[in-house]
C-alpha cells in the first residue's frame, strides 16, 4: 500500500526539492529537464552541471542549447514573455565536468550551498560513442560515476542517487538478461582480471607514449579509439561505451556505502512518443544511424537477422520510469536495478523497422542538393557476416585493388571513382564493425522490477497517465511510420523531403 502511495503522488513528492542534473545538454536529459519544469513548477531549485569555463558562460550554454532547443516549446508557450523568468527563478546552471573532484565547481559557496539543499542527485552525463578515445571514456564514463558519487554523499538532505547506465552493459548475451548488479572486477568472457586502476593506468601510459614520440592528434586519437576497442573485447565487451559504463557501475556499486542508488539501464532510447510532444529526437541514435544512410541512398546492404528483435524505447518513457524510480526509492538505503526496454513485453522485429523505412522513404524521398530524388531500393540481407564480408571483398575490394593499379598506371579520370568508392568501402567497414554485436544479438532484458512499478500504477490508474512507461501502448508501425522515422527526417537528416 505505502508503495502505491508513493506513485499516486509523485508530482507532491518533487515539491520543494531541489535537484542537481549532471549531462543536461544531452538528449535525455533535456527531456527530463523539460518535464520537470513542466509538471512540477514548484520545485525548490534545479542545479544543472554543464561543461563550461566559469558561471556565465554556462548560463549562456544553457540558454543556447537547451532552453532554445525545440522540446521546450511547449513550456514557452505556456510561458509565453515570462517563459525567461521563470527559468531563471527555477533553474541554476553551474559550471563543472564530472570527470573532475568535486565535479569540477570551482567556486566554493556555490558548492556549500548544493551539499547543504540537494535533496535527488540524477546523473545522465556519459560519451555514447561506441569507440570514444579509451582514456576519455574512462574518465567520464567510469570515473564520472565516482566523483558523482562522492559528490552525493557530501549532501546532507540527500534523498536518492539516479544513475542512468545502459542496457547493452550486458554485452551480447543471449537468452533473458537480468536486472543484476556488477561484482568488482568481473567481466562477460570470465577473465578475472579486471582492475580498474589498471587500465587507467595503462591509458595514461599509452598516451603519454604516444605524446613522446610527436604523434600528431589525429594519430593519438585513432590511437586512443583502437585502444578502447582492445580492451573492451579483450574482456568481452562489444565496445568502449559499454565497458567504461561497466565499470563505471562497479565502482558504484563497492563504494556506495548507505547511499539510495538507483541504476537505469535503458536500451535504446528513441524519438519521444508523446511528452512533450511526439517525433523529438537530439543527436543520432543507435538505428538511427541506419535509417538516415538507408534514406540518403548510401545503404543498401546490410548483414542481419531479419527475426532479430530490435530493443527499442521512446525517451519520455525512460524519463518517466526515471522520475517514478526517483519517488518510490527515496531514502531507502539499497541499490535498485531496471532495465527498461520493450523486447519482453513488446517485441519489435527488425524487419518491421526494414520494411517502414523502405514504404517511408519510397513515398517522401530525400532530395540531393541539385533537387533530384533519391530513391530508394529494398536492401540486400546477409545472414551471416561471413557472407557479408565476402561480398564487401568481391564487390568493393578487388575492384578497388584494380582501380588503383589503373589510376596509377593509364586513366587519371579513374581517381574520384576511385576515391568515392574506397569511402564508400571503409565507411562501411567501420559502421558494420562497430554495429556488428546489434545485427544479430539474441538478447532480451527482463525488466521484472519495472513491470512491479507498471502494476502498481495499473492499481491506481496511471497507467496510461502522466507517467506512462509501458511499452505494451506501442503500435510499432504506427509509431515508426508516424512518429520515429518522420522526427529523425527532421531532426536529425538536413536533406529537404519531396512533398
Known sequence: MAFQMELACILQSLEHKSILVTGSTGFLAKIFVEKLLRVQPHMKRLFLLIRATNDETARQRLQNDVMEKEVFRILREKHGKDFYSFIWDKVTPVAG?????????????????????????VNVAATTNFDERYDVSLITNTMGAKHVLEFAKKCVKLEILLHVSTAYVSGEKAGLILEKPFNMGETLNGIMR????????????????????????????????????????????????????AMGEMLLGQLRENVPLVIMRPTIIS???????????????????????????????????RRMILDVIPGDMVVNAMMVSMVAHSNQPSLFIYQIGSSVRNPLCISMLIDSAYHYFSKNPCITNDGKPIRVSTLTIFNTMASFRRYMTLRYKIPLKGLGLANVVFFQHFNRLYRDSSRKYNFINRLMGLYEHFF????????????????????????????????????????????????????????????
Open 271 to 305: 524519438t519521444t512518443y508523446r511528452e512533450p510532444f511526439p517525433g523529438w529526437i537530439e543527436g543520432t541514435r543507435t538505428f538511427d544511424v541506419f535509417i538516415m544512410n538507408y534514406g540518403k541512398g548510401k545503404l543498401r546492404c546490410v548483414p542481419i537477422d
Open 440 to 499: 544479430f544479438f539474441k538478447g532480451r532484458f527482463d525488466d521484472f522490477n519495472s513491470e512491479k512499478f507498471r502494476a502498481a500504477m495499473k492499481d491506481d490508474g496511471m497507467v496510461d497517465g502522466m507517467f506512462c512507461f509501458d511499452p505494451k501502448c506501442i503500435d510499432w508501425e504506427e509509431y515508426l511510420m508516424k512518429i520515429h522515422i518522420p522526427g529523425v527526417v527532421k531532426y536529425l537528416l538536413e536533406s529537404k523531403l519531396v512533398k
Open 194 to 245: 579486471l582492475d580498474i586502476e589498471a587500465e587507467m593506468k595503462l591509458a595514461n601510459e599509452r598516451l603519454r607514449e604516444l605524446r613522446d614520440n610527436g604523434a600528431s592528434r589525429k594519430a593519438e586519437t585513432i590511437a586512443m579509439k583502437e585502444l578502447g576497442i582492445q580492451r573492451a573485447r579483450f574482456f568481452g565487451w562489444p565496445n568502449t561505451y559499454a565497458f567504461t559504463k
Open 97 to 121: 565536468d564530472i570527470a573532475c573532484e568535486n565535479l569540477g565547481i570551482e567556486e566554493k559557496s556555490m558548492k556549500e550551498e548544493m551539499w547543504r539543499e540537494i535533496n535527488v542527485i
